[in-house]
């Protein structure tokens, strides 16, 4: 099926066969970025920010822009009508008559479900609360493609906040897809992978181990997932102060991890990876950034045109 005006809310909207068309296509465009310069002429993409963004609402943005096309939007609530009091789906059926396409973050579990029923064109979440974030997804998968050339078989470890953190709740749900893929989700016990989502792997007979110590497993790895510990969404300061400095890679640890393993993060980092990390040749997570414009270049093209 085409993706030409369909949205993307849940990192499964797209099959597995969809989703790898993609990621070839953003292959493609990374490659001849120039042959796609004009795809989106006079087309104009809406970026509605409720909640904080660099890369994600900048990559939107950039992605657009090389594409030809135009941006239109602002980067916080207090700047919209929601302000004073709009109903999302007001805010968002409004925008619909002004653009040919929506990327919405909001700090609501579910509001990018509800833009998506309100529009008249296709919506994109860029974030919902603590539920999905699934253009970071693609983002990844465009990253391990690039590094370890297929995703089938992988190990892959997801460490730091997987309870609140949206970015590790898309990828698991949706790399679990992948043929023999299995996990290590290394967090302290308070910030576990949510029941849910363990019950969606066991119910899919996905392979995953959990532990609160890294160093046990490092050594497994093929990939490692490090999160951010997700201050905003914590009920108390004092947790998360608690729990933000448990779990820090540093070069100590990654001596025990495999020679071609690759580290990623979505960032923003506060402490989770120490700075030494950076110049190791695992670091990927600036590349990370940059397949980021190519992903959502890719998937705009494909919502908007026949590409
Ligand atoms: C993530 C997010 O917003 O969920 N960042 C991003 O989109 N690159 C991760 C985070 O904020 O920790």
Known sequence: ?????????STLDFTVGEQDKLLTLA???MKTPKEYRHLLDGRVMASLFFEPSTRTRLSFEAAALRLGGQVIGFSEASSSSAAKGESLSDTIRTVSQY???IVIRHPKEGAAQIAAGASDVPVINAGDGGHEHP???????????????????LVVGCCGDLKFGRTVHSLV???????NVSFIFASPEELRMPRFLRTY??????????????DDCIR????????RVQRERFFNEEDYIRLKDLFILDMNKLKN???????????????????????????????QASCGVYARMALMSMLLEEV
């Open 201 to 214: 792997l066991n119910d899919n007979g996905v392979m995953y181990t959990e532990t609160d110590n890294m």
């Open 173 to 179: 749900k949706n790399i679990s897809r992948y043929k």
């Open 135 to 153: 253009t970071q997804t693609l983002t990844d998968l465009l990253t391990i493609r690039s590094i370890k050339k297929h995703i089938d078989g």
């Open 1 to 9: 099926m085409s993706l030409t005006n369909r949205s993307l809310v």
């Open 99 to 101: 653009a040919d396409i």
């Open 27 to 29: 292959e493609i465009i």
């Open 257 to 287: 991890a495999k020679k071609d393993m690759c580290v990623l993060h979505p960032l923003p980092r506060v402490n989770e990876i120490a700075y030494e990390v950076d110049a190791d040749e695992r670091a990927a997570y600036f590349q």
């Open 220 to 227: 497994h790895m093929d990939v490692l997932y490090m999160t």
